[in-house]
């Protein structure tokens, strides 16, 4: 059994030896899920891919399930015409196919039958949570790059690991993964600081005023990281920085007074840990390449990629700088969130869905954001507990909230 907490330096050294694991991608159309599939096609043979799931993009699942003939299993969770689906699946008479509200539950229980042992769980957004929990309850190695999940139901999948004898999570955000392995193997009473770094993204030194002339491809044109719009959009405020402290604090069990955020805009260091006798941190380029692939062979030593590692002599100046809270109100209002806890992060996170998606529709603007994720919290009551319902239903009261509120940020008569 590996501990999902490294803090309380529980989990064994990495192994040398490698074995084939059978392995599932949640959100395989995806930036992480691409990742992914090259880093299967890196190393043929050593990982299994048994199942798939997309929300709705037919074309490029077909594209899949003919590079990876191995794939028995395949769910598409978006709505689509069942007649579409039933065409769909005649191509590849060799995968079963699941679709709908559980379809990604289906096809984990059925990739466990093919003992199927890790999930990559790249969904977007907190549709992620109820994978994440039947994963946890059927016992996967969670390689979790979705932070909505831990964000929105922090206590309640922390209820479902404790309560697990074989599910584990290692974390696949860069950031995340970074700092798990930093803790590995340090005592918890030695640990005084967890710092996670962030670019700055492309608005870094633009002023306030600048700041409501940008436009949706200003937001998009990240300086450092590829990533989905969405999670784009969060990076360009620091809002996605806040998130990742949330994550941090329910995958590592550490407390807000001792995790941190340092502005590091060539994005070389991905976290740092101070102990008392100094700082240690991790460093490579920018790419997703080193923690999926870390996340996906855990605790077993990962290939080498020697095509994408460079020597310290090669590597930017290591610039380092404090987030200023005006500057990134975003920001500032997550760590309010986050010292308030109980429903409040769900609150944020699902309000910060809505704001995200009107910005990418053209409905608000990028400075509107934070004013609308502070209406939210504002009109929001925050409660304590550990029942998922309760979660789940501060996420939807939230969601309900921020349309309400978005008409007096937008001329737009009806938000759907």
């Given at each position: 059994?590996?501990?999902?907490?490294?803090?309380?330096?529980?989990?064994?050294?990495?192994?040398?030896?490698?074995?084939?694991?059978?392995?599932?991608?949640?959100?395989?159309?995806?930036?992480?899920?691409?990742?992914?599939?090259?880093?299967?096609?890196?190393?043929?043979?050593?990982?299994?891919?048994?199942?798939?799931?997309?929300?709705?993009?037919?074309?490029?699942?077909?594209?899949?399930?003919?590079?990876?003939?191995?794939?028995?299993?395949?769910?598409?969770?978006?709505?689509?015409?069942?007649?579409?689906?039933?065409?769909?699946?005649?191509?590849?008479?060799?995968?079963?196919?699941?679709?709908?509200?559980?379809a990604a539950a289906e096809l984990l229980n059925a990739a466990r039958s093919e003992?199927?042992?890790?999930?990559?769980?790249?969904?977007?957004?907190?549709?992620?949570?109820?994978?994440?929990?039947?994963?946890?309850?059927?016992?996967?190695?969670?390689?979790?790059?979705?932070?909505?999940?831990?964000?929105?139901?922090?206590?309640?999948?922390?209820?479902?690991?404790?309560?697990?004898?074989?599910?584990?999570?290692?974390?696949?955000?860069?950031?995340?993964?970074?700092?798990?392995?930093?803790?590995?193997?340090?005592?918890?009473?030695?640990?005084?600081?967890?710092?996670?770094?962030?670019?700055?993204?492309?608005?870094?030194?633009?002023?306030?005023?600048?700041?409501?002339?940008?436009?949706?491809?200003?937001?998009?044109?990240?300086?450092?990281?590829?990533?989905?719009?969405?999670?784009?959009?969060?990076?360009?405020?620091?809002?996605?920085?806040?998130?990742?402290?949330?994550?941090?604090?329910?995958?590592?069990?550490?407390?807000?007074?001792?995790?941190?955020?340092?502005?590091?805009?060539?994005?070389?260091?991905?976290?740092?840990?101070?102990?008392?006798?100094?700082?240690?941190?991790?460093?490579?380029?920018?790419?997703?390449?080193?923690?999926?692939?870390?996340?996906?062979?855990?605790?077993?030593?990962?290939?080498?990629?020697?095509?994408?590692?460079?020597?310290?002599?090669?590597?930017?100046?290591?610039?380092?700088?404090?987030?200023?809270?005006?500057?990134?109100?975003?920001?500032?209002?997550?760590?309010?969130?986050?010292?308030?806890?109980?429903?409040?992060?769900?609150?944020?996170?699902?309000?910060?869905?809505?704001?995200?998606?009107?910005?990418?529709?053209?409905?608000?603007?990028?400075?509107?954001?934070?004013?609308?994720?502070?209406?939210?919290?504002?009109?929001?009551?925050?409660?304590?507990?550990?029942?998922?319902?309760?979660?789940l239903e501060a996420d939807a009261r939230a969601r309900e909230s921020a349309y309400?509120?978005?008409?007096?940020?937008?001329?737009?008569?009806?938000?759907?």
């Amino acid at each position: 059994m590996l501990s999902w907490s490294p803090v309380s330096a529980q989990i064994v050294a990495p192994s040398r030896s490698r074995k084939t694991s059978k392995l599932v991608i949640l959100g395989a159309s995806g930036s992480i899920g691409t990742s992914t599939l090259d880093i299967l096609s890196r190393s043929p043979g050593e990982i299994e891919l048994v199942a798939v799931s997309v929300h709705s993009s037919l074309p490029r699942l077909a594209e899949i399930l003919t590079c990876f003939p191995s794939i028995k299993f395949a769910a598409i969770t978006g709505t689509q015409p069942p007649e579409s689906l039933t065409e769909f699946s005649k191509k590849f008479a060799g995968v079963k196919f699941f679709w709908g509200v559980h379809a990604a539950a289906e096809l984990l229980n059925a990739a466990r039958s093919e003992k199927a042992d890790t999930v990559i769980s790249a969904v977007v957004g907190a549709a992620g949570i109820a994978p994440t929990l039947r994963a946890i309850e059927l016992g996967y190695k969670i390689a979790l790059a979705n932070k909505e999940t831990m964000v929105t139901a922090g206590p309640v999948i922390e209820r479902a690991l404790a309560s697990s004898k074989d599910a584990s999570i290692v974390p696949v955000d860069s950031e995340h993964n970074a700092l798990f392995q930093l803790l590995l193997g340090l005592d918890a009473p030695h640990l005084k600081l967890a710092i996670l770094t962030a670019s700055g993204g492309p608005f870094l030194n633009r002023t306030p005023a600048e700041l409501k002339q940008v436009r949706r491809q200003d937001v998009l044109n990240h300086p450092t990281w590829s990533m989905g719009p969405k999670i784009t959009v969060d990076s360009a405020g620091l809002i996605n920085k806040g998130l990742e402290i949330i994550e941090a604090m329910h995958l590592f069990a550490i407390p807000l007074n001792r995790l941190d955020v340092l502005i590091h805009p060539v994005s070389h260091v991905h976290a740092l840990v101070e102990t008392a006798d100094g700082f240690r941190f991790m460093a490579n380029r920018p790419s997703m390449l080193f923690p999926i692939a870390h996340a996906l062979y855990f605790p077993q030593s990962p290939p080498v990629y020697p095509d994408v590692v460079t020597r310290p002599e090669a590597w930017p100046a290591l610039e380092f700088r404090k987030v200023d809270p005006v500057q990134f109100p975003g920001f500032a209002l997550c760590m309010e969130a986050a010292r308030n806890g109980g429903t409040a992060p769900a609150i944020f996170n699902a309000a910060n869905e809505i704001a995200a998606g009107l910005f990418l529709d053209g409905l608000i603007q990028f400075t509107d954001i934070p004013v609308l994720l502070e209406m939210v919290l504002s009109a929001s009551k925050i409660e304590q507990g550990s029942e998922l319902g309760l979660y789940l239903e501060a996420d939807a009261r939230a969601r309900e909230s921020a349309y309400a509120q978005s008409k007096r940020l937008t001329k737009v008569e009806e938000v759907v």
